[in-house]
């Protein structure tokens, strides 16, 4: 036999190294989901988009920074309008920013969250909905299992995919959003309390990529027209927030809200998020009165219980959309 | 030790039966899978590519069971039937996510896809996107990821069709050349040809069961029931064909065209003969003799009570 390179030899260059694992094979379909999606434009542009929010807190915190600075003069007026408009806490009159620092940082972070969650319904609308419909439409099932792949290691690659982009949208402009504050300004308080803020917004961020990602794999892999996982998709978002907000305003403001609080899914990841950012205990701490920062939290859900529902709805997810890969796969097998 | 081997092998989704208690061996070389449509070849090809669980009965590829068996699953090539393309991605990015997804990786993956395209005779338009591909070229490129990882054993589902008569040549002469270095190739097809200008090794399969297995040949010598159809071109058909209704192995002639006869015999061996003396004897001028019926098709035809065009 003819020796073609090192690890190849002729004639039919029968392959002689080792080949990987078939558990590693799930970064090749990571691999190849996301260069599908970043051939859309649309998909670029939302990425580039959802930026956003990232830079609208690095300008927030800029200028609290600067207000610390100008406390008491005139230009000090106009940042501290703004600062109570965008965080919507009331801190007019506080002269001793510093001691408010921590907090403020976090709550402008959990802001930035709210705001990134619509282009997260985006780019999981545009990016997540055709994963595993896709592959349906397209029988593309048995040319994945026809290689040394599992359902769990499709699945696996396949959460990947939308929890990366998700990723993309939240926890990295979250990232370099606190480091350029950090270079910028001189930062949360202490080094501890930078760490701390940095590892809740790795925990928020990464929370958001878990409970988004199953969803929209489990929603994806219910029919192979990605028209009505789009429908699907925007449907459970949005639906359950207007129902929200109905039985929230139809309530007396100080009413406590049970389960009945947990109806969206957009609402418990803020609450979720509001609680591992700290927001409410660090408010609750400050001096300031409970009616100057009331307007920038979610109404007093128990955070247990919207993680509770997210956790159930995951492991749902999770457990529908493995039962239906497992059935899609062997029917397409045999068709 | 045979390549596959079948052994009581039975698969039924609920109610359908989809394999019925099926033993066989495929050999070395290429074996043509056929059968009608339902007949359970995709099953087969399922349960052969680890994909499909038998109910019952077992099947070893290689020696080993393919279900839940990378190992197994590593040394094998499957070329299925549909479609399974991502329309945005070239036809490299293509191989390679699909080399990457038999365990090649970095540039192995890369290099492995080059060769693999430039075999099925796809470099020209590896770079183009798969949505501006013809059916052939499609039928390529998915040969071309099948063979990516250097396959042992080649599972090709209906890879002539959508093929032009140049793709299905070039294709035909792939899978022998592969053969000849040793790849063990099973390929279905409707093309019938083509797969008996590749092999007379088959496996014929019919609602769930082996109807025949071997060589085309020596399967149609064994249809005793099936009286053989020996065609003549010959000038003087008429003649020919006045003679033959007198012999008592003929039990049907016709003459379908002005220069050529039909006849039927039970005793080929002998009906031969006996042809060529009646043909040198009256000196008749003879383009062809031939057996009209020992083609895959025909055979095909006889088992599945189909009768060949």
Redesign the interface.
């Known amino acids: 036999m003819t020796t073609i390179s090192g690890d190849r030899v002729n004639q039919y260059q029968r392959w002689q190294g080792a080949l990987g694992k078939s558990h590693w094979t799930w970064p090749a379909i990571v691999r190849n989901g996301i260069t599908l999606a970043l051939k859309h434009n649309k998909t670029r542009i939302v990425l580039l988009t959802g930026g956003i929010p990232a830079v609208t807190a690095v300008g927030v915190l800029y200028v609290l920074s600067l207000l610390e600075s100008l406390v008491g003069t005139d230009e000090a007026k106009g940042m501290y309008d703004l600062l109570s408009a965008m965080l919507r806490i009331n801190i007019h009159g506080v002269t001793r920013l510093v001691e408010f620092r921590d907090v403020l940082w976090r709550s402008t972070f959990l802001m930035m969250t709210g705001m990134q969650m619509f282009w997260v319904l985006i780019i999981v609308a545009r990016v997540g909905t055709p994963l595993i419909a896709n592959d349906l439409k397209h029988r593309a099932l048995p040319i994945y299992f026809s290689k040394p792949v599992t359902p769990a290691t499709y699945l696996l690659g396949k959460w990947a995919v939308a929890a990366s982009f998700v990723a993309l949208i939240t926890l990295v402009p979250s990232f370099a959003a606190f480091a350029v504050s950090l270079l910028l300004t001189d930062g949360p308080g202490t080094w501890g309390q930078a760490a701390r803020l940095a590892n809740d917004l790795i925990l928020t961020g990464m929370f958001v990529c878990v409970t988004s990602g199953t969803a929209i794999i489990a929603l994806s892999s219910i029919t192979s027209d990605q028209r009505y996982v789009t429908v699907g998709w925007v449907a459970i978002c949005l639906l359950p927030m207007f129902a929200q907000k109905i039985i929230n305003e139809s309530l007396p403001s100080n009413a406590t809200m049970g389960w009945i609080g947990c109806i969206s899914l957009r609402d418990d990841i803020f609450v979720v998020a509001e609680h591992l950012l700290h927001v409410r205990k660090g408010l609750a701490a400050t001096s300031l009165p409970a009616e100057r920062f009331a307007q920038a939290l979610t109404r007093p859900i128990d955070p247990a219980k919207a993680a509770t529902v997210l956790g159930v709805l995951t492991v749902s997810a999770i457990f529908f959309s493995w039962r239906r890969v497992v059935r899609f796969s062997r029917m397409a097998a045999a068709a | 030790m045979a390549v596959i081997e079948l052994t009581q092998l039975s ?1 039924w ?1 609920g109610e359908v039966i ?1 394999l019925n208690n099926v033993t066989a061996e495929i050999e070395h070389g290429i074996t043509g899978l056929l059968g009608p449509n339902g007949a359970g070849k ?2 087969l ?2 349960l052969a ?4 669980r038998p109910s019952k009965g077992g099947i070893r590829v290689f020696g080993e069971s393919p279900w ?1 068996n ?1 190992s197994v ?2 040394r ?1 090539g ?1 070329c ?1 039937e ?5 329309q ?2 070239t036809g490299f ?1 293509f191989v390679v ?2 080399a ?6 970095g540039a ?1 993956a890369r ?2 896809a080059i ?1 693999a395209i430039e075999r099925t005779g796809m470099s020209a338009n590896a770079g183009r996107a798969i949505r501006g591909y013809s059916k052939g070229m499609r039928q390529r490129i998915k040969i071309a ?1 099948a063979l990516v ?2 396959p ?1 054993l080649l ?1 090709l589902d209906e890879p002539f069709t959508g093929a032009d008569p140049i793709a299905r040549h070039e294709l035909t002469n792939l899978f022998r050349e ?1 053969a000849a ?3 063990h190739i099973l390929v279905s097809s409707h093309v019938l040809h083509e797969v008996e200008a590749m092999t007379r090794e088959m496996l014929m399969i019919d609602h769930g069961r082996i109807v025949a297995q071997g060589d085309v040949q020596a399967v149609r010598k064994s249809l005793l029931d099936r009286p053989h159809v020996i065609r003549v071109r010959v000038d003087q058909s008429r003649k020919l064909a006045s003679q033959l209704v007198g012999w008592e192995l003929v039990s049907g002639v016709s003459i379908p065209q002005p220069d050529t006869v039909l006849f039927e015999t039970k005793s080929p061996e002998a009906a031969y003969e006996r042809l060529n003396s009646t043909i040198l004897s009256d000196g008749m001028n003879v383009q062809e003799i031939a057996a009209a019926d020992e083609s895959l098709e025909a055979v095909f035809g006889y088992l599945t009570h189909r009768e060949s065009k």
């Open positions: 698969k989704y989809g995709s099953t090809m399922g590519t680890g994909q499909l839940d990378p699953i590593s094998i499957y299925p549909g479609d399974p393309f991502w945005k991605l990015q996510f699909l990457r997804m038999s365990g090649l990786q192995s290099r492995a060769d990821q990882h250097s042992e599972i592969l270095q040793g790849v």
